[in-house]
């Protein structure tokens, strides 16, 4: 009888470790169909963008470069303004962050405090700037009638601050700051200023790296406000400075001979892609290393605050 049960323990071990395999190989098979899906197109712009165009355009580059080149990218070197708008981003994207993370974290703080008079009305207001805005117009207005035209402040203040970031470093705040260490911090006498400092934000080193990431990420993408506040070429972000490498170098109907038109095609369709890589090369090769603080800050999101 003893034996019987034994045999069956074992056997019923044997199946559910074979279940447990062919769960992990189901799982790996789906989770590398995903990473192709995902990282193939990334590569491909990689490897066209050393690849001749023509072979490019007839489908021959598909798993490594054909008749590699590197003249598109020493197209775009060749501008002094690449530098330059490579300069005015990382200023833009630094400076814009540290003014964000002034403004988002001690807000957000202020309205998890239940003895804040009038939180709910706050959040309405600020849940409201999320569904209905002032429109282009009347925002160039405000920008012009603070004299912010064609300044590095015109790229920083009208986005000094995000509702969604706004609220998510709230939930984080009313979920991870319990009241009782408020208490606790009051009777020993540390003022609100002092448990800000000394407790909370010590405390929060997570949501503070999602917020640094998502405004960061958000800083280095942004071209429309360049567009619309920026006259002086040497103040263009990197974004607009590509954008006109690549409109410079496009096909040229007044291009009359064949050989030439033909050139220009070529190098054209290799600073396409070149720009590609330029302009988020530095977010390839961070995202890696801070891809679990996006998912963080996704689950915190997605939790009722």
């Not at 072979?55 to 080149?69: E, F, R, W």
């Amino acid at each position: 009888m003893l034996q019987t049960e034994l045999a069956a323990g074992r056997k019923r071990k044997i199946s559910e470790t074979r279940a447990d395999r062919i769960f992990d190989v189901m799982n790996y098979v789906i989770l590398t169909i995903c990473l192709l899906l995902v990282a193939y197109p990334l590569y491909f712009v990689v490897i066209a963008s050393i690849s001749d165009p023509v072979d490019v355009n007839a489908g021959k580059v598909i798993l490594y470069p054909v008749k590699a080149t590197m003249d598109g990218y020493r197209r775009i070197l060749e501008y002094d303004s690449f530098f330059s708008g490579y300069r005015n981003t990382l200023l833009y994207t630094g400076l814009g962050t540290l003014v964000n993370m002034l403004i988002t974290v001690p807000a957000a703080y202020a309205l998890s405090r239940k003895d804040l008079v009038g939180r709910n009305f706050f959040m309405m207001l600020i849940t409201f700037t999320m569904i209905f805005s002032g429109g282009l117009m009347p925002t160039f207005l405000l920008v012009r009638g603070l004299n912010l035209l064609d300044t590095i402040w015109a790229m920083v203040l009208p986005v000094a601050v995000s509702s969604w970031n706004l609220i998510v470093a709230r939930t984080f705040f009313q979920q991870t700051i319990p009241d009782d260490l408020l208490e606790a911090a009051q009777l020993d006498g540390a003022t609100n200023v002092q448990f800000f400092m000394k407790v909370v934000l010590p405390l929060s080193k997570s949501i503070l790296a999602v917020l640094v990431l998502f405004y960061a990420v958000s800083h280095w993408n942004r071209y429309q406000e360049a567009l619309f506040y920026l006259r002086t070429d040497s103040k263009r972000p990197l974004q607009l400075v590509l954008r006109s490498i690549l409109f410079e170098n496009s096909m040229n109907d007044m291009v009359d001979d064949a050989a030439n038109l033909a050139a220009q095609m070529r190098l054209g369709e290799l600073i396409k892609y070149g720009v590609i890589i330029a302009s988020s090369l530095p977010l390839l090769i961070l995202y890696p290393f801070l891809q679990r603080y996006f998912i963080q800050g996704v689950m915190i999101g997605a939790v009722k605050g």
